[in-house]
């Protein structure tokens, strides 16, 4: 992860982007920050691959697919622009480290971990496998060690490059040849079943520190894939009984990853699943972005002039250092941090050394609240509440005509259906008109499960949101939803409804700060309605 100068666009669509978070044979991954305040993580691929008509097919075709991968175990896709000279795909910033570097600093994981990990890349295989995608390139530097769970990422890239005559030509391989299944090596057209082959390889090394085919070359490795044993030797019995099969050589002699989660079990969810070194590496991750999101910009001119603040900050309350609890995971304490630096960037839309003027306050106005765990909203505690939005979250072809925007906004555009079968899922739909003016609104749905409600789930995520830049943030009774805050520096609305969170963005350099509140009020409020409408 670093900051680097950047010759090409610092915007990507409505994204910003401030560091570089690394490279690979097809692009690269930059840390950007989205118009409400989220870290993103965009993969912007090399322009030669651009220039290959076949790849940009193909990759538009993957984004496509991708869009409708949903589930908690995978970072949502939010935003793609495949028409671009340098193609894009932004997706959930998840912080933690990946397994391989987990493996590298701490060494092999522990059985209950292993098997945390294992269920949860099951499930991911579920939803990936769901939206006719299959992987490709299921490996540990692709998963993520969330503080909550395992996060698979790039699913759906991998394709795109399959074919391609530039990185045939520069002579890059797609796949890892130790996670690879032996029909990838031999040529064969993969299916989900060599998913599920790279997640057995996973699982191995996650458990031994070791693949289960090694070798002196490249050569070497791909023939053991294809004709050699794997080493099982270090692998708990416990274990094995579920991670041997995976790595069949006979495609159909492998379990479908249902199959797999029923083999594994029941997995008992704890507050801190992975060993102490994941969250020292996740205190760390926090620091290095703080750093670099926070620090001096070192990325050349943007491609457009940057946008101010939409409207001037109210100033800034005297600020104190927050004394976290004993105890509280780094993995959760580096979220915090992240948002607020990402935050602060937005501020300093303006350029200049980032401090901005801001009118002083008047008389009589209410101070920020402060941040509040308890008590919630309603007399029934979390714990016992039941969860109200059960539909799957609504398209964005479901939202036109019912979400209420102004009359001179078009049809809204944005992921597609989800399947209403994940605890968690998620959509964003954009909603713009002639002007260049935008309403962003995203829905996110917690179901219960893991011994906890949907409401506790959805009040977790919104607090950890509230309390990462509280005192930027004005408590407001809106009717939107059973609690609500404003965030004037971006127009961000930020809502939860028992077990729906809700973000109502309003972008435009022409509307007063009361009419983006009554835009976002309005929208926000018939967006909640639009959940809650069987389908």
């Excluded at 044993?229 to 579920?242: D, K």
């Excluded at 980032?354 to 007399?379: F, N």
Aim: proline share 9%; hydrophobic share 40%.
């Amino acid at each position: 992860m670093r900051a680097t100068g950047l010759s090409e666009p610092l915007w990507m669509g409505s994204f910003r982007a401030v560091a570089e978070l690394g490279q690979g044979g097809m692009g690269r991954v930059l840390l950007a920050v989205a118009p409400d305040g989220r870290l993103v993580a965009v993969k912007q691929v090399h322009p030669e691959l651009a220039e290959d008509a076949g790849f940009r097919a193909r990759f538009r075709r993957e984004v496509a697919a991708s869009r409708k991968v949903s589930g908690a175990y995978t970072a949502a896709v939010l935003d793609a622009d495949t028409e671009a000279r340098t193609p894009w795909l932004a997706s959930e910033f998840v912080p933690g480290p990946s397994l391989s570097q987990a493996l590298s600093a701490a060494g092999p994981l522990p059985e209950e971990a292993v098997r945390l990990l294992a269920a949860g890349l099951a499930q991911a295989l579920v939803d990936v496998h769901r939206a006719g995608l299959v992987h490709r390139d299921l490996k540990p530097s692709n998963v993520l060690l969330a503080k909550d769970g395992v996060r698979v990422i790039d699913f759906g890239i991998a394709r795109a490059a399959e074919g391609s005559t530039k990185l045939t030509h520069t002579g890059a391989m797609v796949g890892s040849p130790l996670f690879m299944a032996p029909e990838q090596v031999q040529g064969l057209p993969p299916t989900g079943a060599a998913d599920v082959f790279s997640l057995g390889s996973t699982l191995v090394m996650a458990c031994t520190g070791e693949p289960p085919f090694a070798g002196t070359s490249v050569p070497g490795v791909l023939y053991n894939v294809a004709h050699g044993a794997p080493n099982l030797e270090a692998v708990p019995q416990a274990l094995r009984s579920f991670i041997e099969p995976c790595l069949a050589k006979d495609p159909a002699g492998r379990p479908s990853p249902l199959e797999l989660l029923r083999a594994i079990g029941a997995v008992t969810p704890t507050s801190r699943p992975w060993p102490e070194a994941v969250y020292r590496l996740a205190a760390e991750q926090r620091a290095e972005i703080d750093r670099l999101v926070a620090g001096p910009s070192t990325f050349g001119a943007p491609a457009r002039p940057p946008v101010p603040p939409l409207f001037p900050p109210a100033a800034p309350p005297r600020r104190k250092r927050a004394r976290w609890p004993t105890g509280v995971a780094a993995a959760a304490v580096a979220t915090a941090v992240v948002t607020a630096a990402a935050l602060s960037l937005l501020g300093n839309g303006a350029g200049g050394d980032g401090r901005t003027s801001a009118p002083p306050r008047k008389a009589g106005a209410k101070k920020s609240s402060p941040i509040e765990t308890v008590p919630t909203p309603g007399a029934t505690p979390l714990s016992k509440v039941r969860d109200k939005y059960t539909q799957r979250v609504p398209s964005c072809k479901e939202a036109a005509g019912k979400v209420e925007v102004p009359a001179d906004y078009g049809k809204p555009s944005g992921n597609i259906e989800a399947t209403g079968e994940t605890p968690q899922e998620s959509n964003q739909c954009y909603w713009s008109n002639r002007y260049g003016d935008r309403v962003v609104v995203s829905w996110d749905r917690h179901l219960s499960q893991g011994g906890k409600t949907g409401a506790e789930l959805a009040k977790e995520r919104y607090e950890s949101g509230y309390a990462s830049a509280h005192q930027s943030y004005e408590r407001v009774d809106v009717g939107v939803g059973e609690e609500a805050y404003w965030q004037r520096s971006i127009a961000n609305l930020y809502a939860r409804d028992v077990n729906m969170r809700l973000n109502v963005v309003v972008e435009s350099k022409r509307y007063s700060l009361d009419e983006a509140r009554n835009i976002a009020q309005a929208a926000g409020r018939s967006a909640l309605k639009v959940a809650g409408v069987r389908r």
